[in-house]
């Protein structure tokens, strides 16, 4: 049932008359189209789309729906198109949002990870990659300082990424365990009162409605894995299934957050590929349309094409790619058509704010912790974990040091936070000067 319009007489005025659905499947079509450069970019591609042009939806609106899309598991970009869709135009209108979000993407990373899979290991894509690696390290450094300016406000919230950040690093702690360890020690804080403000429910919604949703998204997203167990047991396309449905349960907090737990579990918990390959995919994502977690689509079809006896299998490669977009994106829609009527009432709770915002600061420990990671991975030719008792902190091996890594980091550096010349100039310059350092090498 797609939600009626309430709210105060002042947001009334400040929005505009909603747009057919056929006006707003355009502008969704073209914001999947340019949506490049991460989710702050194309967060804010929305934003001047539908907040500023359009005023589609109010600027308090739309930043109440950014918090708790960034606090939900999976990718939150894709997620706040998914909601906006929805508040316009209810159900139908969130999936055509969401798709459109995330099919131009999806297509093209399919076929970058073809010729990846056939090409990749050629010195020429080596040295190109060389270049997109290193700007992949700014790229999430640059996400690190974005999202601690805005998660860490108070003092516990800094002693909470800090202690995320020393669990997962040194002590190798499962990733739900300390999201859910933060989100209790956010419940013990003291609720400020005057972080309650009144509120309009955006629609009427009942429990049972609710619980019909959940149900009818968990048939959608588990039938088709469960077919996929009966069908082909103990094949490498249920693992997938399995490991990002996981993945899309788990992972608070983003895409950044996301990466954090599937990188280290694709890499050292399954052996799918290798860390520099890990990143030559995040360095594809960050190029392509679409949200960033799709390099989640990647990962599938390496994993896949792999298993094959032989050469690797484009076709199984094709499969197991659309087994991850299944197992990773239809958990959103389950997510936000369950939760989108409630936004306005959480938002307006100070204790589960409070929650909330510890889970949102414990991201940033995630997010440096997988910083730390990709340098060690990039700049290093050999890291491993050192053992002793629980304590486990990656140390890498000096001597494999690769010193182009640090002279492309610093130019990527100064291009992305000094000069701010964006993700998309930055790649490309990064990219290219790795091809040219690759050329003098082999010289």
């Not at 949506?35 to 194309?42: D, H, L, R, T, V």
């Not at 606090?71 to 159900?91: D, I, K």
């Not at 050629?122 to 601690?148: D, T």
């Not at 032989?310 to 197992?327: D, K, Q, R, Y």
Request: proline share 5%; net charge neutral.
């Amino acid at each position: 049932m797609q939600p009626q319009a309430v709210g105060h007489s002042d947001e009334k005025a400040a929005v505009s008359a909603n747009p057919t659905l056929g006006a707003a499947t355009r502008v969704w079509a073209r914001i999947g189209f340019l949506s490049f450069g991460g989710p702050a970019a194309q967060i804010a591609l929305m934003h001047r789309e539908i907040v500023e042009e359009r005023a589609w939806l109010r600027e308090q609106t739309f930043l109440t729906a950014l918090s708790f899309c960034m606090l939900l598991p999976g990718p939150e970009a894709m997620q706040l198109a998914t909601y906006t869709g929805w508040r316009l135009h209810g159900t139908i209108g969130g999936l055509i949002a969401g798709l459109l979000f995330v099919l131009p993407g999806a297509v093209v990373i399919l076929a970058l990870s073809a010729l990846y899979v056939n090409f990749g290991e050629l010195p020429l894509a080596q040295a190109l990659f060389l270049g997109v690696k290193a700007a992949v390290l700014v790229i999430v450094i640059e996400a690190l300082l974005r999202i601690s300016r805005r998660a860490l406000k108070v003092a516990q919230h800094w002693w909470i990424a800090a202690m995320a950040f020393l669990a997962l690093f040194a002590f190798d702690a499962p990733y739900p365990l300390v999201i859910l360890l933060a989100a209790v020690a956010g419940l013990t804080f003291k609720a400020d009162a005057a972080t309650e403000i009144e509120f309009t429910p955006h629609s009427s919604v009942s429990f049972g409605s609710t619980l019909l949703t959940v149900l009818i998204w968990l048939v959608i997203w588990w039938g088709p894995l469960l077919m996929l167990e009966i069908l082909l047991p103990a094949h490498i396309l249920g693992e997938i299934g399995r490991f990002f449905s996981v993945l899309a349960t788990v992972t608070f907090g983003g895409a950044y957050a996301v990466l954090a737990y599937m990188a280290q579990e694709a890499v050292s918990g399954y052996g799918w590929l290798s860390a520099p390959e890990m990143a030559d995919a995040l360095g594809l994502a960050e190029t392509t349309p679409g949200p960033l977690i799709l390099v989640t689509e990647f990962v599938g079809f390496l994993a896949a094409s792999r298993d094959s006896i032989g050469s690797p299998s484009i076709l199984l490669g094709a499969a197991g790619a659309a087994v991850t977009l299944w197992a990773t994106f239809i958990p959103c829609f389950l997510w936000v058509f369950a939760g989108a009527p409630y936004i306005d009432r959480i938002h307006a709770m100070p204790r589960l704010k409070n929650a909330l915002d510890a889970i949102t600061a414990a991201v940033v420990g995630v997010i440096l912790n997988l910083s730390i990671w990709f340098a060690l991975q990039v700049a290093f030719g050999s890291v491993s974990r050192h053992t002793v008792g629980w304590f486990q902190p990656w140390i890498p091996d000096v001597s494999t040091l690769d010193w182009r890594v640090l002279l492309l980091t610093l130019v990527a550096g100064i291009l992305l936070l000094r000069l701010h010349k964006g993700v998309p100039v930055t790649l490309a310059i990064s990219a290219a000067l790795g091809l040219l350092l690759g050329f003098v090498v082999s010289g």
